[in-house]
C-alpha cells in the first residue's frame, strides 16, 4: 500500500464513522461519557478534510496531528500519538513484511500513552492480539479484528472512565476496543 491508497483508506473512515456514530456513542453510553462517537467522527471528519502527504511517513504523521489537535477525551492523544509513532517506523510502501513493525509502533504508543498492558478493556486488546497475529505470520481478517473486539465484552475494565463502572462493564464492548477494529482494518485492507 502505498501513500495515495493510505491516503485514500485513512479517509474513507470518515464514513464508516458517520455510519456508526451511535453506535460508539450507545457502547461509551454504558461504560463511559458517550462522546466517543462524536469524537471519532470529528477526528476523521477532519482527515478527510485536511490528511495530506506524499509519502507514507507523512501521511500517518499528518493523521496523526490531526487526530491530536481535533478529537477531545482520551481518544484524540492516544490515536493521535500512535500515528505519529508508526510514521517514525514507516518504510516507502506498506507490505506484508513490514505492517508488524507498524502495528508494533501502534501497540506499544498505546501501552505507554495508556499505561495498559492487556485484558483492562481497551483498544490495546485489539491492537495487541493484532500484532500477535502478524508476529505469527498471519494477516488477521475484518471478522478476526471484530472478534478482538467483542472479546472485550466479557472483560472488566480497571483502565479509564469505564473503570468506574467496574463489573458493571461486563457485557460491553469496550468503544475503544470497537473504533480500532475500522482504524486497523483501514491500515490492513491494503496489505497483501
Request: charge should be negative; charged fraction near 25%; include cysteine.
Amino acid at each position: 500500500m502505498n501513500a495515495q491508497e493510505l491516503t485514500t483508506n485513512l479517509k474513507s473512515l470518515y464514513k464508516v464513522f458517520d455510519e456508526n456514530e451511535e453506535l460508539l456513542t450507545n457502547l461509551d453510553r454504558e461504560i463511559g461519557d458517550g462522546d466517543h462517537g462524536v469524537n471519532m467522527l470529528r477526528g476523521f471528519k477532519a482527515i478527510d478534510e485536511k490528511l495530506s502527504g506524499d509519502t507514507v511517513s507523512d501521511v500517518l504523521k499528518s493523521c496523526g496531528m490531526t487526530l491530536m489537535s481535533v478529537i477531545g477525551g482520551a481518544s484524540g492523544p492516544l490515536y493521535g500519538f500512535s500515528f505519529v509513532k508508526m510514521s517514525q517506523v514507516a518504510e516507502e510502501e506498506i507490505t506484508r513484511d513490514n505492517i508488524g513493525n507498524l502495528i508494533e509502533a501502534f501497540k506499544d504508543a498505546i501501552a505507554s500513552r495508556g499505561q495498559v498492558s492487556g485484558g483492562e478493556k481497551t483498544m490495546y486488546d485489539v491492537i495487541s492480539k493484532v500484532s500477535d497475529k502478524l508476529n505469527a505470520g498471519e494477516l488477521p481478517t475484518t471478522d478476526d479484528l471484530q472478534q478482538f473486539a467483542d472479546d472485550t465484552k466479557s472483560m472488566i475494565a480497571t483502565k479509564g472512565r469505564a473503570a468506574y463502572f467496574k463489573e458493571q462493564s461486563v457485557g460491553t464492548i469496550d468503544p475503544g476496543a470497537q473504533s480500532s477494529v475500522w482504524v486497523l482494518d483501514a491500515l490492513l485492507s491494503g496489505v497483501s
